[in-house]
């Protein structure tokens, strides 16, 4: 098994679940026991400011959404750029945080760059390979323009993308009219 860590999962269109449909996932484990990631692409309507007036120390100014990580309760996360605050590196430059000192340092640092996520996605051993092999996912590394990407259209960007990395070698070749409709 080749593992899948750092990886984004964007979900296709056959797959059934309505907790993952048009999501895009950042795997942050994946190994022969299962697999961990946070759903990127899920807004809440609940602030950072709002959760922080309730549960931190002190109170931060950031208005970002709080995402839904995933259908799995679970802490808050952090995805952040800050390496001294890193519980655990997801891919270079970006790092997971879920201890309260660290996320009250993250929200309220302006030079910290973060996402906040409450719940998580997670996959038994083999489940995740599973619905890989049914066409459940298509997959392409991660990188931190996916991960901090703001808009509601991350789902279609990285699906975008994807297809351009598979369609891409075949339009450069140079016996293709430049006019599609002399195909």
Known sequence: MTSLKGHLLV???????????????????????????????RPS???????????????????????VGGPVVGPLMALHNAEQ?????????VHLATHRDHLNQIVRSPAVTFRLFSGY?????????????????LTRPANRDYIFYQQDDLWRKVGHDITAGVLGPMLKRDDLPHDPSLN
């Open 45 to 67: 309507s609940t602030t950072v400011q709002d959760v922080w007036s309730q549960v931190g120390e002190a109170p931060t100014e950031s208005t970002e959404s709080i995402n």
């Open 11 to 41: 979900a296709s269109r056959q797959l059934a679940d309505p907790n993952f449909r048009e999501t895009v996932v950042l795997l942050v484990e994946h190994n022969g026991d299962g697999a961990f990631g946070i759903v990127l692409n």
């Open 121 to 137: 996605a997670g996959w038994g051993g083999g489940q995740l390979e599973a619905e890989l092999e049914a066409g459940g996912w």
């Open 85 to 93: 605050l890193s519980e655990a590196e997801v891919l270079p430059g």
